[in-house]
């Protein structure tokens, strides 16, 4: 899933799960990429054991196989592409 770019004011668990639970993810693994590092997305999310959020330069396949759920922010997968793309 591709969702805007947002960021919390203060980390809240409680504002992490309500997103979830827009995308109907409250209770599967999820894994949220972002393009950059946001500290209080991810103190958000951390205390939840479904949860995992990591940049997009530091994706790897574990993570990607292991989640149930991708949700990637639209600046992210810019990044991504970068980061897999072939020069000829």
Request: glycine share 2%; charged share 25%; hydrophobic share 40%.
């Amino acid at each position: 899933m591709v969702i805007e770019d947002f960021n919390f004011d203060e980390p809240k668990t409680k504002k992490y799960i309500e997103m979830l639970g827009n995308f109907n993810l409250s209770d599967k693994k999820t894994l949220l990429v972002l393009s950059e590092s946001n500290k209080n997305v991810y103190l958000s999310s951390r205390n939840l054991k479904k949860a995992k959020v990591i940049m997009s330069s530091n994706i790897n396949t574990y993570d990607v196989l292991n989640a149930n759920n991708l949700l990637f922010v639209e600046s992210s997968l810019k990044e991504i592409e970068q980061l897999f793309s072939v020069s000829e």
